[in-house]
């Protein structure tokens, strides 16, 4: 699957006000599993997970999105700034309905690749 830019927010201990970003999303052959930002979060079906995807190394859950027209990606209980890769800024201005990022709602940051082998390894070590 090729890259998709996506809306990703940490839910552990936070709810609908955790760290929130839009980045490309890397994706598995099978589309399970999400790599962004050095992490590998993997699709959850299970009842009772806040999130729809947890990290595969610490459980934390996370909920992935794509992005919306008018902006609101966030819970419409929650709050707080959603940081923006500085790298798609141009491409998301050019999916949402305005064309300059409000200071108060975003942040620009840098997101990094994930290195995938590290979790492929990780997943496919042998049990004791």
């Known amino acids: 699957m090729k890259?998709?830019?996506k809306?990703?927010?940490l839910k552990s201990g936070f709810g609908d006000t955790?760290?929130?970003w839009i980045g490309m999303a890397e994706f598995s052959k099978s589309g399970r599993t999400v790599y962004f930002n050095g992490k590998a979060l993997k699709n959850s079906n299970a009842q009772g997970i806040v999130g729809n995807f947890y990290d595969i190394e610490n459980g934390d859950e996370y909920w992935i999105s794509g992005i919306k027209k008018n902006g609101t990606d966030r819970h419409w209980a929650g709050?707080?700034?959603i940081m923006v890769d500085?790298?798609?800024v141009d491409l998301y201005l050019s999916l949402v309905d305005f064309n300059v990022l409000d200071k108060k709602s975003f942040e620009l940051v840098d997101i990094f690749p994930t290195d995938k082998q590290k979790f492929a390894e990780l997943e496919?070590?042998?049990l004791n």
Request: aromatic content about 6%; charged content about 35%; overall charge positive.
């Open 86 to 88: 500085r790298k798609v």
């Open 124 to 126: 496919n070590q042998k």
């Open 3 to 5: 890259p998709e830019l």
């Open 7 to 9: 809306y990703i927010e």
């Open 18 to 20: 955790g760290p929130a």
């Open 79 to 81: 709050g707080g700034k």
